[in-house]
């Protein structure tokens, strides 16, 4: 099934509280009629109880009330819904009752033995009816007893006719509420129509647009400022996808140019066995090159991709540090450099990595040192900021404009001497990968003709 449009599930859910809400009133409005038709008929009783007893002070005794019925006849003119009886408290038979409903009344009320006065009660055909019961002196202190009774079929009628008008009244109530809330949801989701349309015309061919977030409510101005921020990441990203592949582009075309301008010439005319040893020889370091650069391409991809395939382990960077150096011994006495490791330290970090880095930085500084000079690996290890590795170097230095720079892919201060020198130009670059991926960072310093210095800052992990 299609999933529901945001606006519609905001006016289902909208109607659905709309609908609760209006029955909660129709309900509370019908209970609130029903308690004050009650508490009215309850006022009535109690006013027109206290107006008998009055009357029944005149009265010399209780005999006389069935002879002088008329002075509590004269209370009831004009109220047809009211009836009264008066009776002797030990006795059910009234001494008075001036309709039907009164002298049945006079039991029912007897047969209440609650604290409420009052007495809710059907008569035989039905009606509701309310009545209270109290006792009443006449003028020789006899105490007899009352009964008021108040007739409620009006008050059924008008609860019956509200609970009528109201339920005739809820569909279109609910329809109303339903509309009305589609109306202010699509009306309130707006802005987000706007934003949609703007979203959909960035392309890939213009990643420059940004959403406008003027006019827009809090919580769409966060979506917009969001989306402004991923969009000048994925230009920068594209922007550095478009310069990688022409620096790859141009990196290879060299040493493939130069193969197949060696080949050409040698195939151009016949040879002697050792000229073709000679340029088979010439074209296999080239290879060799194309070779080292793919890994390092492949390795620098794996690097920036790897955060959950990192071998966490503990770390002796003075034990990886003296293997580097052995490492490159022999290349490094070629060379004429020495190559010394001072410090210790121990961290939790994926040893492989670990060692391709500094391995990088040794090569690095024995390929720019020039002969005669030497190398410092020093290891410092400090509780609050991890461990620090720094590679050493004397040499003719970077220059300042280079330093910002050193750790971008195929960067090179000397392009000519590094590519004669058999340099990727990868190399930093993955040294500064691997330090993000383990949450450190790569950084250098150098002066000219002096010393060059590249360190490996690792954080306190785990």
């Not at 009545?131 to 059924?156: F, I, P």
């Not at 500094?358 to 410092?376: E, K």
Request: hydrophobic content about 40%.
């Amino acid at each position: 099934m299609k999933p529901a449009s945001l606006s519609l599930r905001l006016a289902v859910w909208v109607g659905a509280l709309g609908t609760l809400l209006v029955c909660a009133v129709m309900g509370y409005s019908y209970l609130a009629l029903v308690q004050e038709l009650d508490s009215q008929s309850r006022g009535i009783l109690s006013g027109k109880l206290k107006q008998v007893q009055h009357a029944l002070i005149e009265e010399p005794n209780a005999s006389t009330i069935i002879a002088g019925t008329s002075r509590l006849t004269d209370l009831l003119i004009g109220h047809d819904d009211l009836h009264l009886a008066v009776f002797r408290p030990e006795s059910d038979a009234p001494l008075a009752s001036f309709s039907a409903i009164a002298k049945e009344s006079v039991p029912r009320v007897r047969g209440e033995t609650g604290q409420d006065p009052y007495t809710n009660w059907r008569s035989g055909d039905s009606r509701r009816l309310l009545s209270l019961v109290a006792q009443g002196k006449v003028g020789n202190g006899e105490t007899v007893a009352v009964v008021v009774t108040v007739d409620r079929r009006a008050d059924a009628k008008l609860q019956a006719s509200f609970l009528r008008t109201a339920l005739l009244a809820l569909p279109f109530a609910l329809a109303l509420v339903v509309v009305g809330a589609w109306w202010i949801a699509r009306r309130g989701l707006r802005p987000l129509f706007r934003l949609r349309q703007a979203v959909a015309s960035v392309t890939t061919h213009d990643l420059s647009y940004r959403l406008m977030d003027n006019g827009l409510p809090a919580e769409l101005r966060e979506v917009a400022t969001s989306f402004n921020r991923m969009l000048e990441r994925l230009r920068e990203g594209v922007s550095r996808l478009f310069q990688f592949s022409g620096d790859l582009a141009h990196e290879m075309r060299t040493p493939l140019s130069n193969l197949l301008g060696k080949t050409q010439v040698t195939l151009s005319k016949a040879r002697s066995a050792d000229e073709y040893r000679s340029v088979l020889e010439s074209n296999a370091e080239e290879l060799e090159r194309l070779g080292r650069l793919v890994d390092d391409m492949l390795f620098l991809a794996q690097a920036e991709h790897a955060q959950a395939a990192l071998q966490w382990e503990t770390v002796d960077l003075k034990q990886e540090a003296a293997r580097v150096a052995e490492f490159f011994e022999s290349v490094a006495e070629e060379q004429q450099v020495a190559v010394r490791v001072d410090g210790r330290g121990i961290i939790q970090a994926d040893r492989l990595m670990v060692r391709r880095a500094i391995s990088n930085l040794v090569s690095n500084a024995i390929r720019y040192t020039p002969q005669g000079g030497s190398i410092m690996v020093r290891i410092r290890e400090t509780p609050e900021t991890g461990a620090t590795v720094s590679v050493s170097n004397s040499g003719e230095g970077i220059l300042a404009e280079h330093l910002p720079h050193v750790f971008e892919r195929f960067y090179r201060a000397d392009p000519g001497r590094s590519r004669t020198q058999g340099g990727t130009g990868l190399g930093l670059a993955i040294v500064k990968s691997i330090m993000t991926l383990h949450g450190g960072d790569a950084n250098a310093e150098s002066e000219p003709g002096g010393i060059t210095r590249f360190r490996l800052v690792f954080q306190n992990q785990r």
